[in-house]
Every structure is written in structure tokens, then in C-alpha cells.
């Protein structure tokens, strides 16, 4: 019997597995990768660099100018000279405003163009793969990839900023301290090395409590989430009070984490505190005696003061900014690791438009393997002339949707395995966008976007006139359910049209392929269950989508099969045998074996019932 | 302000804790502004011994002694203040999470038929958040502010009026004009947040339609929408962060403006001798102090409105009504016979849309019931009405001649098993996955229990077995294999009353006879009620309930109604038939295959 907090910690252990989140505060390779990107924006840069300077300088300024103030003008009494040095300093408060605005937006617009530039080249790299990256990879990495690694090098550039800001008003403050009095300077410093002490003893033990919270948050959101989710099944089965249960342990356990985290980095504030006021002391100590000697003024011994009240800033903000160097780092890696990945599939350098394309479509001796020695499809030889409507039937794993995909050229046959010809073009050789522009794909699984049905019809196509998307919704028997939308056409399409049924997306995606009005159409007919009114509107749909254009269906419906101008029966990769249906059914083939066996099953299950009259679908 | 009070009451249940951050904050204050009066009085001692020519060695370290004492003091108090406020916040929102968890997972389907996963989970993690860092820094945190600024200021007017309110002149203008940038900035950041929203949806939309896009040729395309909105992003990106470098700049020049006023006539003051130079330094470390607490008061305005905001959606779903509510009357009830009665039954998901009207069913124990209709004639309604997950509007639903409403939504649930066609699998292994119901069931049951749902071989066939893990991080599980999975999951549960959803999509013809096979098992002894779709199913129930929207046309066995030649022939003809027609995707032997070939 296991306990309550067991079981929990045993679900979510998976979700418990959180990327890398740090590397090494500066990579090198990352660095250089990420230069080219960096290049472009040097203006930008160089005006940043330019007002950080000026900022920390004034900044550094303040103390100094005060305690001069009082040394030079306010004990000498000198009237006319503190005018003037109080309006230097606030010539300096105006040059603090005018610097740091420039450094920030400088900074912000370089970061910005940068990222733009970045998540454009991502994006377009993405666009490059072939499906064989598809079939390979996750969307829910790729996507993390493209925002979360993106954002958290945009993090790292604004903290680039900052602690290079800190480091220079770090290194302001110890030069100041050390010109105006070296002795005080260096005694006001000996408790820096004790600092660097327990930064270096912190900074490890706050990572660890850091990444603790966050992985035990994720966990907490992904046992929420999965519950949510899962709410229907969780009544069903009276679950909620196990389930509270284990929430309970999850959450209990991060509000620890993040407690403990917080001890670890409040930790550090008594530190600064004591180090800061320790250091003061000394200066008051030693400076009054210098005072007494004559070495040093009252005004000096203000500016110390302010100067060790400004020192640990800077200190503790680079050690926080440490970390979040290591999460960039780590970042930059997957990053770029992504534009490691060379698509497999690219267009030839000498590669042809396509010109506009009849239809004729040949396979000549195809052999396909998605991995080397699997081969997938086998010396296939077809020909489907211009304007024809070819079938393929056969088994799971036959490879009909291979065979389809290699006409779409979704994966590129190597070089002596045969080839696929359109108007006698081999695939390989013309640019790809050119040639499956004339060609419409209609998935099994119709895909809508998030947009309006105008958006989803017309896709690619926008210049098309409404008019003929409107022509195009009607061939399909779609119109009369897009006009009962609320706003018509312009319905916006929520999460990809789950406000649609699923017959209803099936027809969008067949008006989506006629506005496009390809020469050759693909299509994997649906095996969804769709109602009856719903089926018969796709099947006369269909017979428009075919009509005076080259068609490669993966059918499934005997209408489809039997109204094909050829039929080919694929099995383990292979075409076994091709004709019409008459021509098949006349044979002892497979396709014949197929059919008969399809209808002993049905024959079974209704018993003694009617007669089958299959020819209602197909002569309607 | 309901909203904000809401928060409040969480806070004060942990009131010692809370009283104690003020009172570790209140001291915080008192060692925060006796350093510059320390700072100060060593000035002035140095000073003076400068224009007497002797200085108390004692008295000065007697200041430095206190000052690092006072350090130390401060320090463990900002450790206390900040870790106390910190876990404080950590504690409500602990709080507030588990009730929300068990408040949405008690919500009736009606509610979670309207709210979209993402939505409530953006409640709990967003809202949440902003509640948090209300909670640390309104609630806990801003009063020590504002009492540190008002303590510095009357600090300031009491060393020197004249110079005090030089120094304080500004305060005002600069508070104000933080607080609005800071609204600004918020509205800002919200459609940056949008904008984001909109280019992941691009992205994602991109990469999972991938085949869309290729097919289309439509990558130009698609790079142009994500690049516009890129930009987009970025401008807005831009412009947020302009305000907050706008609101950095200005807070920080106002203290220096004001620091430079102070010396300037702080400094005549002392060249006059109506000053000493400890107080003008004094003045000056004041400032300072002020900075801090100024800056972070600006936010305070933007946090409170962010909390309104953020807790208003949250109560809203805290406060939501689950549309099923348990009697406080209510009964356990007994393991049913399975006698199942509808008296005239109505319900509508919609006002004026009825779904089902005054229906009326009796069906017997260990019955089948076939529900066919074409969709939106009521099936799925039908079938959730008897579990509760939606009350019926109009009419009663009886067990063994007890009404649903007498009984206890637990008691009745653990009578009623569902077997859903699409069911949800939970990030587990296999074998918690199929006890869901039962978390303490051994593992023999759970065999026994696939083995009957014909799962067992393809579970015992992965290398982890019953320790497979499932669901998003895990292995996924084929349509045909989860409706199993959920068979097992009803065998084990064991009731008397069964609900099956049966519109499976199509399976190629070994599944569908492993389905068939588990199924006709699981619902023996059962009151059972199929939600159908195939000839399958329907020609083995005990009766087969026709409906039309919302209504009982006919009523019998197979045989019965296609001879009647109404709507069952009609959908018989229509739908099974055509479905049935459909050339299946086959699993042909080798043998088969050769022979055929040669």
C-alpha cells in the first residue's frame, strides 16, 4: 500500500526532468554564433557603449562632487564656487537622465532588431526542413526552442547591459576611492576579499534552490493542468479526494522549495548589511585620525561613506546576473544546435521553375526507405495521364501515403532509385515551391488555421476575388453552412476550428484546394465517422475536387474506387496489381479477395437481412 | 476592492506571522534611519575636532562600534522582513492553490464545456502570481515603505525645516508620476503579452499543419505572417521598455536634482555657520535613503490594479455554482440491481434549445439499450444524465426507483462506469492508469482486468510492461488500444450500470474484433446503455432506442424495426450501411498475399 505522497512524487518524477537550464557563463561558441547577429546593430551598440560610459562616469561623479564641494568651497566659504559647483552637479543630474534613457533604448532597440532578425532565421530554417525532421521531432521542443530560448537571450542582452553597467560603476567607485586617498581607499577594501568569499560559497547553493523551486512549480502546474484536462474522467471515477490529495503533497512541496530559496537569498542581505556597515566604521575610525593629521578633509571622509554605501550594489547584482549568463548560455547552445540541423531536402542550385504543369504524372522504377534498408515503396512504375483519377487501395503499411508524398516531394528519392516525373520534369530538379504550387493536398486529417474562413479558404492564394471563393465554397457544398456562421466568411476559426464539426473542416479543406485550382490533386480520403447528410455533401464534393484534373486518392470509399479511371493495389511496397474495377473484380487478384471479404463480414453481421445496393453511393 | 479584501482575509488567517513582518519591519525602520544620524554626528565630531584641535577618540569609537552594530541589527531585520513577507505570500497562494484545484475539479460539465484548459490554467498561473506578489508587496511590504518615507521626511523636517522641505519638494510630483508611468507600463506589457500570444499561435499552427504548409508550397507565406508579427512584437516590446527606462531615468534624476538644491543652500547655510556640515551630510544621506522606497512605491499603484484584475478572473471561477449539487440530504446508494427509469425526462444545454424532451425509457437489470440517432438527436445527453454530470430540467431518472438527486454524487458514480472511445490517459504507468478508479487494487486485478479487455498481450509485449509509462511525457496509446484500456479501467471498477461509447472511428479488422470481443465481455451482467454506431453493436443489443431530436421514435429489436421501414431503416440504409461498405484497411496474411499474387 502505498502512501499518498509516494504515489504523487512517482506520477510527475517525468515532468520533474527539466532541460539543461545552465551552461557555462560565457561559451565561446555561442559568442561567435551569435556575432553575426550582433554585427549589424554595432551603431546601436556603439551609442550604448558610449552612454553606459557616460552614465557610470556620472554616477561615480556624485560622491565625488559633494565631498569636493564641502572641501573646496563650503569650509573655504568660497560662495561664488559652490554656485558653481552645484550647477555642475546638476548639469551631471541632467547628463544621468539624458545617458541612461540613451543607454536603455539603445540597447533595447539593438536587442529588439537582433531578435526580430533571429527568430526570422529560425523561423525560415524551420520552413526549410523537410518532414523527416517532422516525423523526428516534437512541436512542443521546437516551440520552446523558438520562444523560450529566444526570450531568455533577450533576457541575457538587457543583463549583458546591466552588469556591464555594474562592473564599470564597480570599477569607477574602487579607481575614485583609490585617487582621492589611497590609504583610506585600501582600508575601506579589506573587507572585499571576505566578500568574494561567501559570494563563491553562496552562488552554488542559491542555483540549487533556484532550479529546485522552478522544477517543483512545473510539476505543480503540470499535475493542475492534467487534471483539468482529465476533469471528466476524474468524476467519472470519483477520484477528486485522491487526487486533492496528491495536488496537496505537490504544492506543499513547492511552497517549501521556493520558502527554502528564499532563506538562501535573503541570506545574502545581512551580509551586505554588516560588510557595509563594517566598512564605514573603518573609514570613520581611520578617517578622523588622517582628519586630525591634516591628511585628509570632512568633505573626503562624506564621499567615502557614500562611496562604500554604493559598492555592494553592483557586487550583488552581478552575482544574481551570473545566473542568468549560465540560463542564456544554455539557451544559445539549443539554439543553435537547431540551425545546426542541415535540411535534408533542398532545391538543386541549377533547379528550374517549374512551368505551368498539364498533369502527366510517371513513377519510374520508385524505391523509397525512410530509414536506410526499410524500404518503403519498391520499384514502383505508374503512369496516370493529364487529367485522370488514379485510386490506391491496400492494407496499413502498404506504402500509399509514401507513395503520395513522394509526388508532393515531401521527401526527395535518392539519386538512382528511380525517380518521379511530372510533364516528364524529374521532382529533384525543378524549385519545389514552383511545382507544389500547382498542386493542392487534401490530408486526411483536414488542418485549419486560427483566422477567418475567408483566411482558411483562400490560404496562400489571397489575391483571389471573394467571388471566386465564394464559387469555390459552393462546388463543395460548404457555402450553406459557412452563411449560417455568425459573421459568414469572416468567422474567426477559433483553436483551428473546434467550432466545426469535422465533415463540416473536411469540406473548407477541399474549398481551400480548389481555390488554389491545381493541375494535379492528392487527396487521403477521410475514414472519419461523418453523418450521413455530411457524407453525401463530401462525396458529390469530390466528384467536383476530381473533375478535369489529375487525382491521386488514397481511397477508402467504394464510390471513390469504382468511379477511378485506374485502380492500384499497393502491398508492403509494392503494386501488385492495377486496372480499372471491372478489369480487377474480373481476376482472382488481391483487390477481388479484398472486396469479397469486406462483404462476407458485412453479410454476417446482418444476417438474413436486405441485399446490399451498393450501387446507391456510387450512381447517385 | 471586494476582490482586494478577498486577498486580505487569505493574509490574515496567518495573522502572527503577518504581525510579526510588521513589527521586524517597524524595527527595520528604526536602524534604517539611525545610520545617517550616526554618519552624521561622526562628521560633526570630526569637525570640530578640526577647528579645536583635539578629538574624543572614545566618542568616535563609540559611533564606529555602533554603527556596525546597528549594521548587524539591520541586517538580521531585512533577512526577517523579507523572508517573512516572501513566505507569507508563499503560504496564501499555497493556499489558494489547492483550493482552486479542488474547486474546478468539482465543477459540473456544463462549466468545463464552456472554459477552455488553457484558460483556467492561465488563471492559475498568472492570476496566482499577481496575487503573490500583492500579497508581498502591497499587503506586507508597502506600509513599511511608506511608513520608512514618511519617517525619513519627518526625520528630514526636524533636523532643518528649511532644508528638509528643499529636499522633500519633489517627493510628491516624483511618487505621482512613478505611479502613472507605472499604470502605462502595465497596459503596455498586456499587449506585449497578446502579441506573444498571437505569434505562438503562428508558430505552432505552423508546425503542426507542417503537411498544410508544404502541400501549399506556402513557406514564402507563412514567413512573411510570422516576420509581421515579429516586428509587431518587438515595436511593442520596445515601447514598454522605453516607459520603463523613461520612469528609471526620471526617479533617478529627481534625487539628484534635489541633492544638488540641498548642497547648494545647504552649503551657504554652513559657509553662514546656521548649519553644521554633518547635518547638510546628514540631509544627503537621507536622500539616499529615500531612493529606494520611492522607486519601489511607484509600483505598488500598478500592483494593486494588476491584483483586481488578476483575482476578479480567479474569484470568478473560485465562485462559480457547479450546476450539480449534492442534497445535503443526500443518500449512499447501495450497489443498484440496475433497474434504470427516465420519467419524462427534458433537459436543454441552452435556454429555448431543447435537447431531450419528456422522454420516457425503462430499461431492466443486465439489459443492453442501443442509442441511435442522428448526431445532436440526444445520445451522448442521454448517456451523461445518468452519472449526473448535467441534472435533468425537467422530469426524473430512477435507480432501482431511487432519484438520482436523493443519492450522493460519489455513491451514485461508483454505480455508473463509463467507457469512453476517446478516453484520457493520466501521466502514469500503465497499471495506475487502468486502477484509476481504484488506486489501491493489486496488480492481479489489474491483469485480470486487461487480459478481459483484451489489452493484456499488447501490455505485456512493452519492454516496461505495466510500468509504461503514458500520457504527454509517456508512450502514446492507439485509439482502438485506449478504448481498451478504458474497458479495463470499467471491469475494474465493477458496476452495475454501464455507459459505452461506441462511435469509434474506423480500426482495421483485428482491432475491431478484439473491441467487439471485450466489449460483449464487460457488458455481461450489466444494465448497459451503447451509444452506437456500428451494425455491430446494434444488432446485438436487447433493444435499440431510436432517436430524433431529442425524442424516442422508435423502439425494439434488429429485426423488428427494419422491417417497420422507418427512420432505423432509413439510418440503417444511410449511415451503417455506406460506413460499413467503406474499404477497410485489411491485415492480410503473407500467405495470402503470395497465393493471390502468383
Redesign the interface.
Known sequence: ?TSVAT?AKR??R??DEDVEMFGSALDPKVVRRMTPYILPQKKLVAIAVVAMLIFAGTQVA?PWL?GT??DE???S?N?FG??V??GI??T???L??IS??VQ??AI??AG??L??QL??DM??H???QS?RF?DKTE?GR??SR??GDVYQLQEFLGTMVMSAGDFLSLLGIVVALLIMDWRLGLISLTVMPLLFVVMALWQPRAKKRFIKARSTISI???A?????????????????E???GQ??VL??E??ES??SE??MS??L??????L???S???I??F??RM??DNTIE??L??AF??YI?RFFDPIRHLTMQYTQFQRAMASGTRIFETFDIEPDMVDAPDAEEMPPIRGDIELRDLSFAYDPGVEVTKSVNLHVPAGQTCAI?G??GAGKTTLVSLI?R?YDVGRGRGQVLIDGYDVRDVV??????Q???V?QEP?L??GTVRENIK??N?HVSDDRMVEAAKAVGAHEFIDKLEDGYDTYLE??GVNL?VGQRQLLSFARAIV?DPRIL?LDEA???I???T??QIQSALRTLLEGRTAIVI????ST?RNADTIIVM??GEL?EQGTHDELMDG???YA???H??YA??EE???T??E???D??SSS | MEVLLRILRFTIAHKWRLTLAYLVSGAGIAAYVL?PKL?GS??D???M??QTGT?SESA??Q???A??G???V???L??GQ??LS??LA??V??KI??R???H????S?AF?DKQ??GN??SR??TDIEAIRMFVNLTVVRAPYFLLLIATVSVMMLHLDLQLGLIGLVLLPFVLIFASIVRVRMRFAWLKVQAT?GE???I?????????????????????KK??RN??KL??Q??KA??L???N???V??AF??T???V??FG??R??DGTLT?GV??QM??FL?LLSQPVRISGAIVNNMARAMSAGGRLFEIMNARSDVEESSRALVLPRARGHVRFHSVGFEYKPQTPVITDLDLDVDPGKIVALLG??GSGKTTIANLI?R?YDVKRGRITIDGTDLRKATL?SL??N???V?QD??L???TIA?NIA??R??ATMDEIIHASEIAQLHEHIASLPDGYET?L????ITLSGGQRQRLSIA?AIL?DPPILILDD????V??KTEYEIRKAMETVMEGRTTFVIA?R??TV?KADTIVVLNAGTIVEQGAH?EL?AKGGLYRE?Y???L????????????SDD??AE??A
Open positions: 500500500m504515489r506520477r510527475y517525468s515532468a556624485v559633494i564641494a564641502i568651497f563650503i569650509s566659504g560662495i559652490l554656485v559647483i552645484s552637479f546638476l551631471n543630474a541632467v544621468t537622465w541612461n534613457f536603455n533604448i533595447v532597440r529588439q532588431n531578435l526580430v527568430r526570422g523561423f525560415s524551420l520552413q526549410r518532414l517532422y512541436v521546437i516551440m523558438v520562444q505543480v502546474n503540470a493542475l493542468n492534467e487534471n483539468i484536462s482529465g476533469v471528466r474522467v476524474v468524476q467519472s471515477m470519483n477520484r477528486q485522491e487526487n486533492l495536488f496537496d504544492n506543499k513547492n511552497a521556493v520558502k528564499i532563506r535573503a541570506g542581505l545581512p551580509v551586505v548589511d554588516i557595509t556597515s563594517g564605514i566604521a573603518l570613520i575610525v578617517g578622523s582628519a586630525m570632512v568633505g571622509l562624506v561613506i557614500m554605501q487501395v492494407p496499413t508532393a515531401f519545389r515551391n514552383s511545382l507544389v504550387s498542386m493542392s493536398m490530408l488542418f488555421f486560427s490560404y496562400v489571397i483553436e483551428r464539426s488554389a492528392i475514414t472519419a465517422n453523418d450521413s447528410h457524407e453525401l481511397a477508402h470509399r467504394l474506387i502491398n508492403k501488385v482472382d487478384g488481391l479477395h479484398l472486396y471479404m469486406n463480414v458485412l453481421v446482418k444476417g437481412g436486405t446490399p445496393r451498393s446507391q453511393m | 545610520l554618519f561622526a562628521i565630531r570630526v569637525d575636532g578640526l578629538i568616535i569609537l559611533i564606529a562600534l554603527i556596525t546597528l549594521g548587524v539591520r541586517g538580521l531585512s533577512f523579507t523572508y516572501e513566505s508563499q503560504e497562494v499555497y492553490r489547492n482552486f484545484y479542488d474546478v475539479q468539482h465543477l460539465f468545463h477552455h484548459t483556467l490554467m492559475a498561473i506573444f505569434l505562438n499561435t508558430l505552432q499552427e505552423n508546425l503542426s499543419g507542417v503537411r498544410v504548409v508544404k502541400a501549399f508550397g506556402a513557406s514564402d507565406f507563412e514567413q510570422f516576420d515579429s516586428s518587438s515595436e516590446m520596445f521598455i522605453q520603463e527606462a523613461l528609471g531615468s526620471t533617478l534624476t539628484l536634482v541633492i544638488g538644491f548642497l547648494l552649503g551657504m554652513v559657509i556640515p547638510l551630510a544627503i544621506f539616499q442522428p448526431p452519472p454530470f460519489k458514480r461508483a455508473v462506469g463509463m469512453q478516453v484520457f493520466f501521466s502514469d495506475q484509476y478508479g488506486p489501491e509509462i500520457g504527454e511525457r509517456g479501467r471498477l462511435s469509434t472511428s474506423s482495421d479488422s454506431n451494425l455491430s444488432h429485426q427494419l439510418i440504409d444511410l449511415q450501411r455506406p460506413q460499413e461498405e467503406v474499404m477497410m484497411e485489411f491485415d492480410v495470402l498475399v493471390k499474387i
